[in-house]
């Protein structure tokens, strides 16, 4: 779980948020991936704190990934939003195409077989979509794309 860092007094508002590796075919453990096999990234934002219900604006959630022990990092998948509606929980799914239909954005990186860390970045617009100080960032889990 990461924190979501503000300049909002946490008795205020406050958020957390937590990244899980999803095996759409129900394969344990989740985190090892046949490079044949789409996969999901699913992210759970909370909110809390007095002022959740009048903070609008919205978030941008980003995965990004790293091979490790080769030079290659990027996007994984295309930035999702959220717009902030006043509830205190948001859940969001990333579709994760399978390895050999990499790379599928712009920087994004080839798929080989072999370990990959992943990042999750959070950002903030407000009402008026300007960036504000809002923001939050979760390294892991380290996964592994292998070939069947």
Known sequence: ???????????????DFTMTVLDPNG???STIIRNTDAWQL???????GLIVPLVGGTFHIQPYIEALGADQEGKLVAEKTQALTGAS??????????????????GGV?????????????????????????AGFVEGPVIQIYLP
């Open 110 to 134: 080839k798929l080989d077989p072999g370990p990959y860390r992943l990042t999750l970045v959070l950002t903030y617009t407000n009402l008026v979509n300007n960036p504000d100080e809002i």
């Open 42 to 48: 699913k992210v759970d934002i909370n909110l809390s």
């Open 89 to 106: 929980n948001y859940s969001l799914t990333f579709n994760v195409p399978n390895a050999a239909s990499y790379p599928i954005v712009p």
């Open 1 to 15: 779980m990461a924190t979501v860092e503000s300049i909002i007094p946490s008795a205020l508002w406050a958020a």
């Open 27 to 29: 394969r344990n453990p």
